[in-house]
């Protein structure tokens, strides 16, 4: 069956050259203008400048927020089933072309850059909460975007485009949502509500106001809770943000955003059951007792202690753009972003005393300024230049205690008197400055050469206290405090080519260095250990072919890529202590075709594709934790994974769409649309634990709208419609693996993971 799949994707691009009628896509499809012929034209910022997508030597995924809303795209995680490239799991993890951030510490930026409206975030906290809210367009930048973008974007970047402010328009739109999951044991509903006003303030102002309130309940179900058990099953944002447009003249221009979120419960954080109990398990005595049997579709846990997580966060922004002459744009960027979160947890996961101590409070802040100049109208050259400052604080405190279910005899608490336990209080600081620059130079009218390069100096420093407490078994160096600085120097480049083969069609071609920056381990795993992780860089060069064919009907784009990861930032293992650790142990290679294309046969409909054939594996990694009872694993636990794929990194992924609209009368529309995504086995770990290897997946989406004199709306939709129950996370257990040496391992759950059925209104005025 799945070379089925394989080989039906795979033909659609030859398909759609031979048959007007058969069409792919580069942008997810959106419903067609009554009477139109052609696709669309789509304008990107891949290069911080507006441009046709047709005209970008950048491989761009496009998803306007239209198709957001058709498709109930809520949040990254469920993004990933429009965009082939995306990965993404629970625990805010983002890669693209197989290529993540591998290691879990507050202050190692993500592989995959995150800007919303020009700001660049280095966490994507932020992302998950209020990211969606009013978009106008997603863009997904495959490949290194350092050069142009903020700090770090070594593997990819998420580009959100929400929606300006509109001079002199009063308007607006209300939304709500019901959501119902049939197949989940507990409370089976939630709900989205939006709310978005536009407002005029004279001829030269306008104000645009977005509300926000969603409330889902967990997927899986607490059906064991022992007596001090607090579990808030349910996840609940709400957020408001304020943009203010000034406009005076045709040469200045003033971009004002403010807001405020919040996030709270444990859905999207701590949904995680088990999956499989390893022969000998500790753990697995009290899974049974709980009355909760493992397997791939286990929606049943236990919990004995409090579990949510609370979220704060918001931030300003000011963006004031000056054209003081025909073909010169002076724009900066100034921005502030910051969050408050408090993790609580039950990671034992059942309603017994094993690890339930788990508590994490953090503050971030971040403050960034970018001054651009770029400059056009000149027949042979145009291009940019800038300045980019960037500082961010985090300040974190994590315990960690584990009774062990009693493994020790009686009289252990895994929080007054634990048996294992880690303790640490860090403050770290990290300051990044960046001058950069890319040129186009045009020979002639069809050939543009591009050079472009970055120049980057990264500070950073921390302050850490770690274990305090008398642990009998400590996690790390007991009663240890460090203080250490790292600074770096890189310059990272571009070279590529361009050419217009035809009006329609064009051809490209470049070559790129990319970074992304050092970083802290906030734990000491040994004595006298250096804390510091030295800087990733990655080699890139990318071909690409972007056509508009069949008198303008086909949009049919084609990306060739292969990249090189040096000094490749994962997390190590010191058996001495049982602690992980980030460090520079790895070389990666990803390479892979990309198709993206986007058809209509007829003016009704829209067809649409996009589909990603991927090797992405480590070239080297000699120093990866083994999983328990690994053959081949050395005394010291850990193994050779070199030649092992990156984790979640699949070999084939497809999205394929259809939207159809019909006019039944003036005043009243039909839109059908349907969704199919699939994507071949990936394995979560990177040693190849069989045990958390999930084999192929198949998600449809369907909906069925009724628009009313084009500004109400009806739909029915079901995302997951044939209940392919699926986790976004298999992990290893590590009570079992540190204790008895035995392979268990639990899962994670998303919004997408079972089928969810409902209705949507929305109204526009």
């Not at 070199?642 to 839109?671: C, H, I, Q, W």
């Amino acid at each position: 069956m799945r070379s089925s799949y394989l080989l039906c994707a795979s033909l659609l691009p030859i398909m759609a050259a031979l048959l007007p009628g058969v069409a792919l896509a580069q942008q997810s499809p959106a419903p067609p203008a009554a009477g139109a012929t052609e696709v669309g034209e789509v304008i990107v910022t891949a290069q911080r400048v507006a441009q046709s997508l047709q005209r970008v030597p950048v491989s761009v995924q496009a998803i306007g927020g239209q198709v957001l809303e058709e498709r109930k795209l809520n949040d990254i995680i469920q993004l990933q089933t429009s965009v082939p490239s995306l990965q993404t799991s629970g625990d805010n993890t983002i890669s693209l072309r197989g290529v993540g951030t591998l290691v879990f510490t507050p202050n190692l930026d993500s592989s995959v850059g995150v800007a919303v409206d020009e700001v660049s975030l280095a966490v994507p906290t932020f992302m998950n909460n209020f990211g969606f809210e009013d978009v106008g367009q997603i863009e997904v930048l495959l490949g290194p975007q350092g050069l142009l973008f903020g700090r770090n974007a070594s593997a990819g970047l998420l580009n959100i485009v929400t929606r300006k402010p509109v001079l002199g328009e009063f308007s607006g739109r209300v939304y709500g949502e019901y959501d119902y999951r049939d197949s989940v044991p507990g409370d089976k509903d939630g709900g989205v509500v939006r709310g978005t006003v536009n407002l005029p303030l004279g001829d030269i102002a306008a104000l645009r106001v977005n509300a926000l309130y969603s409330y889902q309940n967990l997927i899986a179900k607490v059906v064991a809770e022992g007596p001090n058990a607090d579990v808030e099953d349910y996840q609940k944002r709400a957020g408001v943000k304020a943009k203010l447009l000034i406009e005076p003249n045709d040469q200045l221009s003033i971009y004002l955003i403010g807001d405020y979120f919040e996030q709270s419960g444990a859905g999207g954080i701590y949904d995680r059951t088990f999956r499989h109990i390893g022969a000998g398990s500790l753990t697995g005595i009290f899974v049974g007792l709980d009355g909760v049997t493992p397997g791939a579709e286990n929606l049943e846990w236990g919990a004995s202690t409090h579990v949510t997580q609370d979220l704060k966060g918001g931030g300003l922004s000011a963006n004031i753009t000056w054209r003081p002459m025909d073909g010169v744009t002076v724009n900066n960027i100034t921005a502030w972003k910051s969050y408050d979160v408090l993790n609580d947890a039950d990671i034992d996961f059942t309603s017994f005393d094993g690890v339930d101590e788990n508590v994490r409070t953090g503050t971030y802040s971040q403050f960034s300024n970018e001054l651009r100049v770029a400059f056009s109208g000149n027949d042979f050259i145009d291009g940019q230049a800038g300045l980019f400052y960037f500082s961010s604080r985090i300040h974190e405190i994590d315990e960690i205690g584990a009774a062990a279910f009693g493994a020790a005899g009686p009289g252990f608490d895994s929080h007054t008197n634990p048996l294992f336990g880690l303790d640490f209080n860090s403050r770290i600081k990290a300051d990044s400055l960046a001058g950069f620059g890319q040129v186009n130079i045009h020979p002639t009218e069809a050939l543009t050469l591009i050079v472009g390069g970055r120049y980057t100096h990264d500070e950073q420093s921390i302050d850490l206290v770690q274990n305090q407490y008398p642990y009998p078994i400590p996690l790390g160096v007991p009663n240890a405090s460090t203080k250490q600085s790292i600074d770096n120097d890189n310059f990272s480049w571009k070279l590529g080519a361009q050419f217009a083969v035809t009006p329609d069609i064009m051809a490209y071609a470049t070559y790129s260095k990319g970074y992304k920056g050092p970083a802290f381990n906030d734990t000491i795993a040994s004595p006298g250990q250096d804390l510091s992780v030295g800087p990733e860089t990655v080699k890139s060069t990318e071909f690409g072919v972007k056509s508009m064919l069949f008198d303008r009907r086909l949009r049919l784009n084609i990306t060739a890529f292969h990249s090189v990861f040096s000094d490749f930032q994962v997390s190590s293992f010191d058996p001495a202590t049982t602690t992980f650790y980030a460090a520079n142990a790895a070389q990666v290679k990803s390479q892979g075709v990309e198709i993206f294309a986007e058809g209509r046969p007829i003016s009704d409909l829209t067809l649409s594709a996009s589909v990603t054939f991927l090797d992405s594996r480590f070239e080297s990694f000699k120093n990866d934790k083994c999983y328990a009872g690994q053959a081949g694993c050395s005394p010291a636990g850990v193994i050779d994974s070199s030649g092992n794929r990156t984790p979640s990194s699949a070999k084939f992924v497809s999205s394929l769409g259809a939207v159809y609209e019909r006019p039944l009368s003036d005043n009243v529309t039909l839109v059908l649309a349907g969704d199919w995504y699939h994507r071949s086995s990936i394995n979560f770990a990177s040693n190849g634990n069989p045990l958390t290897r999930l084999g192929p997946i198949d998600v449809l989406g369907a909906s069925l709208s009724a628009r009313f004199n084009d500004n109400l709306k009806v739909s029915l939709f079901c995302k997951n419609c044939t209940d392919k129950i699926f986790p976004v996370f298999i992990g290893g257990e590590a009570l079992d693996a540190t204790l008895l040496n035995v392979n268990s391992t639990g899962q994670s759950w998303g919004y997408n993971s079972v089928r969810t059925v409902g209705v949507s209104l929305s109204y526009d005025f």
